[in-house]
T-cell receptor, first 108, second 113 residues
Framework: QKEVEQNSGPLSVPEGAIASLNCTYS??????FFWYRQYSGKSPELIMFIYSNGDKEDGRFTAQLNKASQYVSLLIRDSQPSDSATYLCAVSGFKTIFGAGTRLFVKA | DAGITQSPRYKITETGRQVTLMCHQTWSHSYMFWYRQDLGHGLRLIYYSAAADITDKGEVPDGYVVSRSKTENFPLTLESATRSQTSVYFCASSARERLDGYTFGSGTRLTVV
């Protein structure tokens, strides 16, 4: 079992829809959770972080954390073609582990 | 300019040559990291540093050497480049490693021929 797992995708959603990206992790001691966006040929960019169970909203982005079930998700509302990218989940406990990423494609 | 910069952006080298990739950050972040990113493997940690003169191995350190004599610089050296080291290399920094997330440099695309 990988320490941080993401569906590689591609996840394809129509413009204006909600994109839901999921991530599961194995270390129950993990305390901090991050979402990065990486456009093709570019470096990862931090877009969200969450520490506590529940939801955290920032504009069109909502991060959701459920430590009991060991998953973290990212919702993108009103998806735009410019949201098309690979989204990396990162989990920090004793060490920081990155997932391999989910490719999102938003169709105009 | 403020931020984290990597150089060069692109590099082609021959097998067996020594190559140094540079990383410079202007925030005085304590933590700095080197990752490589390959298709099918995602980001893999090569080395990291918690402060000047403190470095430690990551997941894939073999064939690489790092140093950190100054807080702002964290060069990565490939001692004798091999084709398997062809990759995109990212440097990153963080003020509080497990709380703040990372800021990544633009990357260096290295090709070993």
């Amino acid at each position: 079992q990988k320490e941080v797992e993401q569906n590689s995708g591609p996840l394809s959603v129509p413009e204006g829809a909600i994109a839901s990206l999921n991530c599961t992790y194995s270390d129950r001691g993990s305390q901090s959770f991050f979402w990065y966006r990486q456009y093709s040929g570019k470096s990862p960019e931090l877009i969200m972080f969450i520490y506590s169970n529940g939801d955290k909203e920032d504009g069109r982005f909502t991060a959701q954390l459920n430590k009991a079930s060991q998953y973290v998700s990212l919702l993108i509302r009103d998806s735009q073609p410019s949201d098309s990218a690979t989204y990396l989940c990162a989990v920090s406990g004793f060490k920081t582990i990155f997932g391999a990423g989910t490719r999102l494609f938003v169709k105009a | 300019d403020a931020g984290i910069t990597q150089s060069p952006r692109y590099k082609i080298t021959e097998t067996g040559r020594q190559v140094t990739l540079m990383c410079h950050q202007t925030w005085s972040h304590s933590y700095m990291f080197w990752y490589r990113q390959d298709l099918g493997h995602g980001l893999r940690l090569i080395y990291y540093s918690a402060a000047a003169d403190i470095t430690d191995k990551g997941e894939v350190p073999d064939g690489y050497v790092v140093s950190r004599s100054k807080t702002e610089n964290f060069p990565l050296t490939l001692e004798s480049a091999t084709r398997s080291q062809t990759s995109v290399y990212f440097c990153a920094s963080s003020a509080r490693e497990r709380l703040d997330g990372y800021t990544f440099g633009s990357g260096t695309r290295l090709t070993v021929v």
